[in-house]
Every structure is written in C-alpha cells, then in structure tokens.
Nanobody, 115 residues
Framework: QVQLVESGGGLVQAGGSLRLSCVASGVFSRSPMRWYRQAPGRQRELVATITPGNSTNYADFVKGRFTISRDNAKSTIYLQMNSLKPEDTAVYYC??????????WGQGTQVTVSS
C-alpha cells in the first residue's frame, strides 16, 4: 500500500523559512519524487523534483530559495524553503511515480506566508 504523508507546513513571516517533510511508504527508493503546490484559485504547479539518483530540478520561481532532498534510510523527502514570499502561500503536495506506472499524492500541508 502506497502512502505519502506530508508535514511541516505552517504560518511564517515573509523572509522566513520552513522545512516540509514527506514520508513515503510502499514506494520510495526507485521513485522520482516531487513537490507540487496549489494556491487558492490557481492550478496545481510543480515546484521541485528529485530522482532516485538524487538529480534535482526546480521551477524558476523557487530556484535559489528552495532545496529538495531525500533520505532513503527514512523513506522521506524534504523541501527546505528559504526567503519565503507571500506568493509562496499554498497547499504543498508530495507526489511519487511508482515503478508499476501509477502516480500517488499526499494529502497536502498548508504553507502561509504573511507580509
């Protein structure tokens, strides 16, 4: 059974930092993992990707501010978010491609950045 559980969201002032975590059960070491976000009234957008080989890719709007990483021993990926802006306010979702071809989502964690 695949389960993705995010945590670490919260309220932070602009310029602050948060670290999101996503614990993945049932799929991890062979899976590309991603963070997405969705702000109210907007489409869900890709924030960052990390491959099983630890290659990373970022959306332009977070480059230089966010860092995605993974800890295979803990089946966990992280999103370190620095220099947060009010426009980063969104629900952040963990996403995984399973080796058998299905795609999975977590329940999301709310990040709110006040100005």
């Amino acid at each position: 059974q695949v389960q993705l559980v995010e945590s670490g969201g919260g309220l932070v002032q602009a310029g602050g930092s948060l670290r999101l975590s996503c614990v993945a059960s049932g799929v991890f070491s062979r899976s590309p993992m991603r963070w997405y976000r969705q702000a109210p009234g907007r489409q869900r957008e890709l924030v960052a990707t990390i491959t099983p080989g630890n290659s990373t890719n970022y959306a332009d709007f977070v480059k230089g501010r966010f860092t995605i990483s993974r800890d295979n021993a803990k089946s966990t990926i992280y999103l370190q978010m620095n220099s947060l802006k009010p426009e980063d306010t969104a629900v952040y979702y963990c996403n995984a491609d399973a080796p058998w071809g299905l795609n999975y989502w977590g329940q999301g964690t709310q990040v709110t950045v006040s100005s």
